[in-house]
T-cell receptor, first 111, second 111 residues
Framework: AQRVTQPEKLLSVFKGAPVELKCNYS??????LFWYVQYSRQRLQLLLR??SRESIKGFTADLNKGETSFHLKKPFAQEEDSAMYYC?????????????FGTGTRLKVLA | DVKVTQSSRYLVKRTGEKVFLECVQD?????MFWYRQDPGLGLRLIYF???????EKGDIPEGYSVSREKKERFSLILESASTNQTSMYLC??????????FGQGTRLTVV
């Protein structure tokens, strides 16, 4: 079954420390993978997607097909990075299209 | 430049009422989705639609139905609202395997 797993519900780091938000997926095929972010009182929005290989707001994510992981990383956390982060995948399997999300990780960056 | 609009930010309904949540997008996307967002459970897919009058069940369709009579509009219907359907409901739209654009959410309380 298709699944996105984010093992941490809450991650607290100090400003300037490195951040890694974990994401593992289960999918029979080649999915598209995404990270979404939801800042306080704002709508959910795309942070980055694996196919673009961009660095957005200092965040990067590498797709590791062997480990079926798509961890989100940033070398130096900023207070404005505090938000809810969701990993997601989309793709078609068994004739059905899916766009599914993980349970989310709340990142708190402490001053 | 709001692209996905949900008809209500907050709704309070009584148990047993029929509830309609409306979503409109102006990007000519073929895919539209309804999720519910609950703390610790992330975003769970209720239904999605990949074309007018086409729909597929997501992971938690029980107690819900949907309607898509026009490409830009996707409605979520709670046939007989129950207290366990109190939640934040998010609508999204996308092209295939691309960024999903979200509405601002509807916080539904069933009393």
């Amino acid at each position: 079954a298709q699944r996105v797993t984010q093992p941490e519900k809450l991650l607290s780091v100090f400003k300037g420390a490195p951040v890694e938000l974990k994401c593992n997926y289960s999918y029979s095929g080649s999915p598209e993978l995404f990270w979404y972010v939801q800042y306080s009182r704002q709508r959910l929005q795309l942070l980055l997607r694996h196919i673009s290989r961009e660095s957005i707001k200092g965040f990067t994510a590498d797709l590791n097909k062997g480990e079926t992981s798509f961890h989100l990383k940033k070398p130096f956390a900023q207070e404005e990075d505090s938000a809810m982060y969701y990993c997601a995948l989309s793709g078609r399997t068994s004739g059905t299209y899916k766009y599914i999300f993980g349970t989310g990780t709340r990142l708190k960056v402490l001053a | 430049d709001v692209k996905v609009t949900q008809s209500s930010r907050y709704l309070v309904k009584r148990t047993g009422e029929k509830v309609f949540l409306e979503c409109v997008q102006d990007m000519d996307h073929e895919n539209m989705f309804w999720y519910r967002q609950d703390p610790g459970l992330g975003l769970r897919l209720i239904y999605f639609s990949y074309d007018v009058k086409m729909k597929e069940k997501g992971d938690i369709p029980e107690g819900y139905s949907v309607s898509r009579e026009k490409k830009e509009r996707f409605s979520l219907i709670l046939e007989s609202a129950s207290t366990n359907q109190t939640s934040m409901y998010l609508c999204a739209s996308s092209l295939m395997d691309t960024e999903a654009f979200f509405g601002q959410g509807t916080r539904l309380t069933v009393v």
